[in-house]
């Protein structure tokens, strides 16, 4: 059974830092694209970063402005989100998501993605 855990979400300050995780079990590990998704009260979902488990080719939304860097640890299955200078528009519920594509067109292609976690929420002051 494919599981994909998020951890990590909290409540901080606009300027401050969070790190999210995504574990993921059940599923081949290498060969897949692990992406990281949001979305906020009354808006759609958007992609936020994405990486291929198989070489660690990262990829990410225009709007993250180079504040986040996903990351990856092969031997725990573990896929990271690190994110800085948060602002309070990147309050939302954070996704991790995993399919089987080589991340080509990731962000264009929510559908693709076959597993999905149960989120974790990020809140973010002013």
């Known amino acids: 059974q494919v599981q994909l855990v998020e951890s990590g979400g909290g409540s901080v300050q606009a300027g401050g830092s969070l790190r999210l995780s995504c574990v993921v079990s059940g599923y081949t590990y290498g060969r897949n694209c692990v992406a990281w998704f949001r979305q906020a009260p009354g808006k759609e979902r958007e992609g936020v970063a994405s990486i291929y488990t198989g070489n660690g080719a990262t990829y990410y939304a225009d709007s993250i402005e180079g504040r986040f860097t996903i990351s990856q640890d092969t031997a725990k299955n573990t896929v990271f989100l690190q994110m800085d200078s948060l602002k309070v528009e990147d309050t939302a519920m954070y996704y991790c998501?995993?399919?089987?594509?080589?991340?080509?067109?990731?962000?264009?292609?929510?559908?693709?993605?076959?597993?999905w976690g149960q989120g974790t929420q990020v809140a973010v002051s002013s």
């Open positions: 998501a995993a399919g089987d594509f080589s991340c080509g067109g990731w962000y264009y292609a929510p559908q693709r993605f076959k597993y």
